[in-house]
C-alpha cells in the first residue's frame, strides 16, 4: 500500500513534476498550494510524511510546519530553495525533521521520504 504524502508548495510547476515523477508504488501524491491549505490537508489526511516548501505566499513554510507540529508528529520533510544557515536552523527547530536544498535529485528525494517513513531498527549489541 502507498505510504500518504502531502506535498506543500506554491510552485505549481514543481508539483505537478512530482505528481509525475514520484513511484506511484510508493507514493499516493497530495497536493496543496498554500501553508494554510497545507494545515487543514494535514489534519484531514493524517499523512504519512509532509514535503514541504519554506517559501510561500501567506503562512510562509516555517509558520506551516509549527501549526502542524501543534496536532501531529508525522514527519516533515522540507525541500526549499533557502540556502541561509539561520533559515535551515529555523526550519529544524520549527519541527522539521529534514532539510533538502532545490533542485534535488528524484532518487535522493525518494530515498530521503522513505528513510522518513519507515522506522529504523535499533542496532542491538547482544552476544548470543
Known sequence: MPAKLLIIDDEI???????DKL???LFEVFVTHSG???IEAARELQPDV???DLMMP????WE???AIRAFSQV???VVSAVIDSNGVVQALEAGADEYLLKPVPMGVLVSQLKSLIQP???HTNEVT
Not at 510547476?13 to 505528481?19: A, I, S, V, W
Not at 501567506?58 to 513554510?61: A, F, R, V
Open 23 to 25: 513511484p506511484q508504488d
Open 75 to 77: 514527519p516533515i520533510l
Open 50 to 52: 509532509i514535503l514541504l
Open 13 to 19: 510547476l514543481f508539483t505537478g513534476m512530482l505528481q
Open 64 to 66: 506551516t510546519c509549527r
Open 36 to 38: 494554510a491549505a497545507g
Open 120 to 122: 529504523t531498527t535499533p
Open 58 to 61: 501567506g503562512l510562509s513554510g
